[in-house]
């Protein structure tokens, strides 16, 4: 069963960015279309960005585009999350998951989630 793992989490400031990553094992991650997913204190979980297996699409939530940017290295195994112009409303766990189909919008297919990592956008 493919496994992920988040990282690349942490405390900046607003204006400031972080890159998060998200590793597989247990698979090879270009069978699988990836979403990040993102979950505050008190809301709801929303999709973030999602792309292609190939990574010839991408989709954004409409908040973050133009400041996030999501790609893949499916040599190493490894999607991505770059993160620019971050906003105190930024903050939140954010999710790797990875599932059989992508979709536009993004949508949550059933597939497994990592464990998050904590994003914190504070002055």
């Known amino acids: 069963q493919l496994q992920l793992v988040e990282s690349g989490g942490g405390l900046v400031q607003p204006g400031g960015s972080l890159r998060l990553s998200c590793a597989a094992s247990?698979?090879?991650?270009?069978?699988?279309?990836i979403a990040w997913f993102r979950q505050a204190p008190g809301k709801e979980r929303e999709a973030v960005s999602c792309?292609?297996?190939?990574?010839?699409?991408?989709n954004y939530h409409y908040s973050v585009k133009g400041r996030f940017t999501i790609s893949r290295d499916n040599a190493k195994n490894t999607a991505y999350l770059q993160m620019n112009n971050l906003k105190p409303e930024d903050t939140a766990v954010y999710y790797c998951v990875a599932d059989l189909l992508y979709s536009d919008p993004c949508t949550y297919g059933g597939g497994p989630w990592g464990q998050g990592t904590q994003v914190t956008v504070s002055s």
């Open positions: 792309i292609s297996f190939r990574g010839g699409r991408t």
């Open positions: 247990g698979g090879t991650l270009d069978h699988y279309a």
